[in-house]
């Protein structure tokens, strides 16, 4: 089992930057699949991104592409979401999930793709 806990939200103006954290203890993430997932007030968790165990493949929602990278680092046990030109339709409590899997190549894009989640970092954006 692994905890994850997500650090690095903030206020932020439109067209700024962040890099949210995800670290994970517990049991070394590099038998993982890791996404970042949003939810807005009112709205439903919503996929924004992932990345395979290998870290070879990654997976972006329409939204968030060419804004956003997700990344991860091994040894440091920790997920990251770089997320650029930030506008105030991204602000959302931002979660960070992992599944357990052998399968290098797994992307999850799914809520139910994940059995662990933090308890997440709020991002707001002013206009």
């Known amino acids: 089992q692994v905890q994850l806990v997500e650090s690095g939200g903030g206020l932020v103006q439109a067209g700024g930057s962040l890099r949210l954290s995800c670290a994970a203890s517990?049991?070394?993430?590099?038998?993982?699949?890791m996404g970042w997932f949003r939810q807005a007030p009112g709205k439903e968790r919503e996929f924004v991104a992932a990345?395979?165990?290998?870290?070879?493949?990654?997976s972006y929602a329409d939204p968030v592409k060419s804004r956003f990278t997700i990344s991860g680092d091994g040894a440091e046990n920790t997920v990251y979401l770089q997320m650029n030109s930030l506008k105030p339709e991204d602000t959302a409590v931002y979660y960070c999930a992992g599944e357990p899997t052998t399968a290098s190549w797994y992307l999850g894009v799914r809520k139910g793709d994940y059995h662990y989640w933090g308890q997440g970092t709020q991002v707001t954006v002013s206009s």
């Open positions: 990345i395979s165990v290998s870290g070879g493949r990654t």
């Open positions: 517990g049991r070394s993430f590099s038998s993982y699949a």
